[in-house]
């Protein structure tokens, strides 16, 4: 393998996971954050997502030019045993390997974010059912129901409201 294509490669790596890094943590903000503030970290994902596809593009495009890369590819995308990778692609598949432990570390936070918001989410549509179903707001909708646009009188005498 060509050095050169070796140092992209590796170096393209560092980048993925430095921004799984950030990824995880505006995950662990979702997590802990205040309710007004999860929207906020849930957009820093999406674009860290985005990064992460362009990164993820580079690399394919590096692949695609290289001698083995079809190998290269196959190490970076799946976890392969360390004694079926050639010695010069030892740095890569380390590289590799630490991004998938990463990506575990991720996706066990990730399922504790989205129960975060799923319970967040029940207890507001729980707050908006009790509002709902209260007195003042059965007494709007009366309102609202019998409202005509014409001006208002109450009782027999008319008096106007």
Do not use: P, W
């Not at 294509?5 to 996971?17: F, H, P, S």
């Amino acid at each position: 393998m060509d050095r050169l294509y070796e140092e992209k490669i590796c170096e393209l790596l560092d980048e993925l996971k430095e921004k799984l890094l950030k990824f995880e943590q505006e995950t662990i903000e979702i997590m802990n954050c205040d309710i007004d503030d999860i929207e906020g970290h849930s957009f820093n994902r999406v674009m860290i997502t985005r990064e992460l596809d362009k990164v993820f593009a580079r690399i394919e495009v590096l692949c695609s030019e290289m001698d083995g890369g079809n190998r290269i590819r196959k190490m970076i995308k799946s976890s392969r045993d360390l004694t079926e990778v050639n010695e010069d692609e030892e740095r890569i598949y380390l590289k590799a390997q630490e991004i998938f432990s990463l990506l575990n570390r991720i996706r066990d936070s990730d399922v504790q974010a989205v129960d975060r918001i799923d319970l967040e989410k029940a207890q507001l549509l729980s707050q908006i059912k009790a509002e709902n179903n209260g007195v003042s707001a059965k007494a709007a909708r009366f309102a609202v129901g019998t409202d005509d646009g014409r001006r208002k009188f109450v009782g027999y005498g008319g008096k106007k409201i």
